[in-house]
C-alpha cells in the first residue's frame, strides 16, 4: 500500500557532524540527487538507510516510495489512509505525511532520492546487524491495524530483550513497544560481541547513553544516541 521502503528520514540541524558519526560506526555514504533545497545524506549499513535532512521536520519518519503518488490518493483515502500533510505540486517532488495512532510519522515520495548501493557491496557495521525500528506505541492494536493496512504482518509477541510486538515486511521490520519500557523510538542491531564493540566505541570517545530500555542488562546491551538524538540499540543476537 506505501510503496518500497527507501530510509528512515530524520532531522538534523548539523548534517556534516551526523554524517562523520555514522561513519564512525561504519556506516557508507550514498549518492544522492538534487530532489530537496535543503541538504540531504543518505548513510547505509546494507541493511538500514538512514536519510540525513537538515531541516525542520518529524523525526524519525518511516519513508517509503510510491510511484503516481497523486493518482494514489484516492486509493489510500478508501483504505483510511488520511495525510496530514499533503505536497502535490506541479514543481516539486509529490509527497505525503501520515500519522499511525501511536503519532509516528511516515513519508511517501513519488521518486527515489538517492541512488541504491552497488549490487554486492556489503558493509559491515560496528553495531552488528540492523534487525528492525522499534517504536513505542500505546495501543498495539490501533497500530497494527495501521500498519496491516499498509501492507505489513504482525507476528507472535515476543519477551526479548523487552516485551514487544515484531512486524515483518519485505524491506522493513518494525516492532512495538509500550512507552513504559521506553519513550522514544530505537535502531535496533543484533551485535555479535557487543563487549567488542563497547570497547571501540570507548576508544574511540563516542558515549554510551545514560538510559536503557526498562529491564536490559548494561553488560549486554548499549544504547547510543547520535548528535542528531537518533538512538541506536546493541543487544546480543536473539539465538544466543
Known sequence: MFGRFLEIAVATADIAASVL???RLGFTQLITSDA?????GVLT?????????????????VTFVLPELARSMTRMRAAQFEPEVTCLGEDALHQVRLRDPGGHSVTLLEARTYSPAPPGIAVESICGYFSHLSLPEQDFEAAREFWERAGFVALAAEDQ??????LTSDHLDLAFHQRRTFDAPLLVFECADVASSLTQLQQWDIPLSKELPRGLDRKQH??????EGTLLLLMPPRDQ
Do not use: C, K, T, V
Open 36 to 40: 530537496w533545497s535543503h541538504r540531504y
Open 21 to 23: 558519526f555514522y561513519e
Open 45 to 61: 549499513d546494507s541493511r538500514l538507510q538512514l536519510g540525513l535532512h537538515e531541516r525542520d521536520m518529524p523525526s524519525p519518519s
Open 222 to 227: 548499549a544504547l547510543i544516541e547520535s548528535p
Open 161 to 166: 530483550p523487552f516485551p514487544h510486538l515484531p
